[in-house]
């Protein structure tokens, strides 16, 4: 039922949320998250970014994290779409969109979804800087705690 | 022959994302680390770190996972998507 997209295009967060509700009169609620390029990463400013990922085993880790979700919430309907390539300061860089009968579970398995990807699905960020360096994006501690907690 | 990967900042430090390897004896992802780390520099000091992820034919794995001639085994460092 879900839709996985790994892309270089961007995307319509209306298009997309229209499409996961295409008709239904069952569904209560939707969520969204957006992620967005930031021009300011640990006191640097960001000029650009490139994505990079491992096009063989994203699509399954992508897929894998939303039947995680849908195993332990009412998910009716989900759309999960990541960029590639070079993005820049403003960009949309992922979408989670979730459909379900009732908030809470669409809630839950928003985020759910996002701190998994985090810790989990193969994309590496390598950020280019005003002054013309680039460098690596470091993991952060903070997503690893993050996705631990719903292994409570 | 095994197919290896090297991703993000672990591929440009080894200068090199694919090879093609015969494991011979070398039947987990451990010892597959080990014969790498033995080509010396960049490659000990890099697996050394501690923070390396593997993954065997597209599922994230460990190192002490069993590996074969068949398989695929993808080398990097953690994740930084979304």
Known sequence: MSKISVQEQDFDVSRELRAICNGRTDIGATVSFVGLVRDMNLDDSVAGMTLQHYPGMTDKALQ???????????VQDATLIHRVGELRPADQIVLVCIASSHRHDAFEACSFIM?????????????????????????????????????? | MATVLYFARLGEQLKTSSEELSLDEMGTVGKLVDHLQDRG?????????GRILVAINQEMSDFDSAISDSDEIAFFPPVTGG
């Open chain 1, 115 to 152: 701190d998994y990807l985090k810790t989990r699905a193969p994309f590496w960020k390598k950020e280019q800087l005003k002054d013309g360096s680039s460098r690596w994006v470091d993991a952060r501690e903070s997503d690893g705690h993050a996705a631990g907690r719903w292994e409570k």
């Open chain 1, 64 to 74: 894998k994290i939303v039947s995680e979700a849908s195993q332990r919430w009412e």
């Open chain 2, 41 to 49: 520099e960049p490659w000990s000091s890099e697996f050394e770190s």
